[in-house]
């Protein structure tokens, strides 16, 4: 059944406070809002509703045995909600945190149980985005963190993309404007004693190895070009390759 969806424009450095109301009261209330982060449009609902996390999943066409990842406060929540902090993830969170960077963490919180798709994985994004704090401040749940974008399909870097994909199928679209940023998040495994490269993405390799040196690289690839790298997907992908055919990208990370 097809729902309304309504679209707001709003500013992710300094977002207006009826609008951050209006999308927290949708999240609490059992909907989904998408908005821009620092990289791609994301599809945000209570990652502790499993009815909303099962429903992302299925307007993604996702595969329910990949987990989806979560928006978090800060390193203080994430110690709460996560089973172990090794070494490695407690200098990069102090280095990259807020910023594009997945760290997964081994989790097995029951209330987490559907975007763990019955796995032991939990991906975590802290964002710099003023919105997406100001959102998890007024709702107080973690935030799916799953890219705006049907599964194997480019992700969405505009409103307009969000609203083709999922009109009628999510309450609410903030539209944030365009994202300049054409990679997705760097994405790595923090979940043993030893940390390695499950994605490149937005923070080079370089950087992230004079954090950690002792990163475990499984498949360096070199980028084709200054926009699209080869990335490399492991065992957690939230935000495929992002939309850079700016002929799919009319208007508005």
Request: glycine residues 8%; proline residues 6%; contains cysteine.
């Amino acid at each position: 059944m097809l729902i309304k969806t309504k679209v707001l424009l709003g500013n992710q450095d300094n977002p207006d406070k009826s609008l951050i109301s209006d999308a927290a009261k949708v999240i609490t209330g059992g909907g989904i809002v998408s908005f821009p982060t620092e990289t791609v449009y994301a599809l945000g609902a209570d990652a502790f509703n499993e009815e909303m996390v099962a429903k992302i999943y299925r307007i993604k066409r996702r595969d329910r045995s990949k987990p989806i990842s979560v928006f978090l406060k800060g390193a203080q929540q994430t110690r709460r909600i996560v089973d172990f902090v090794n070494p490695d993830a407690e200098k990069l969170m102090e280095k990259f945190w807020p910023g594009p960077l997945t760290l997964v963490f081994t989790c097995t919180s029951s209330k987490l149980s559907v975007v763990l798709a019955k796995g032991d994985k939990l991906g975590v994004r802290v964002s710099p985005s003023n919105m997406i704090a100001q959102l998890l401040e007024e709702t107080g749940v973690p935030i799916t963190a799953t890219s705006a974008n049907i599964s194997g399909k480019k992700s969405c870097v505009a409103a307009n993309r969000v609203f083709y994909f999922f009109n009628g199928r999510v309450e609410l679209i903030i539209d944030g404007g365009k994202s300049n940023v054409f990679l997705p998040s760097t994405v790595l495994d923090v979940s043993g004693e030893d940390s390695s490269l499950i994605r490149l993405g937005h923070i080079p390799v370089e950087e992230i190895k004079k954090v950690v040196p002792s990163l475990r690289i499984p498949e360096e690839e070199e980028p084709k070009d200054d926009c699209k790298p080869e990335v490399k997907v492991g065992a957690v992908s939230e935000e495929p390759q992002n939309e850079t055919d700016q002929t799919q990208t009319s208007t508005v990370g």
